[in-house]
């Protein structure tokens, strides 16, 4: 005998409890398991009425995971994908903005930890920050606060 398949609203629940998602997110991977007669809209309705899926909670806890290892940039086009309204995206927005600069700086300690040799590794560097997402404004003061300490310490 075939055990019961749980309801679209079980299944929401348990991915919820893992981490957020965004309401596009859940309802794609919803989806798939939906039946006939399934209303994957109302079980996210239901969802949002009883504050267990909030948009603004998921924008936040992407930004924290990945702002750690990656810059605005990358950032906001991953937030941009999850369909997530403007206004939601802009307050995350202004809270990146803050501490970019810091940002940087320790994802390139964390990878490279001292200034480039020659033109060549320097560009290297700059690249690496720039596929992560950092801004130029960004990468320039990693890399004057880099050849400012290699300056003071030698």
Known sequence: MPANKPSLKARALRYLSARE???QELARKLARHAQEGDDINAVLDWL????FLSEERFAESLAH???ARF??????YELNSHGLDESTVGAVKDELLADEDERAWSVWQKKFGRPADNAADAARQQRFLQQR???NTSIRAVMRRAAQQDLAAG
Do not use: E
Request: no cysteine.
């Open 48 to 51: 949002t009425a009883q504050k």
């Open 133 to 135: 997402g950092f801004s």
């Open 71 to 76: 810059g605005n940039a990358r950032v906001l």
């Open 21 to 23: 998602h965004s309401r």
């Open 65 to 67: 995971r990945r702002a």
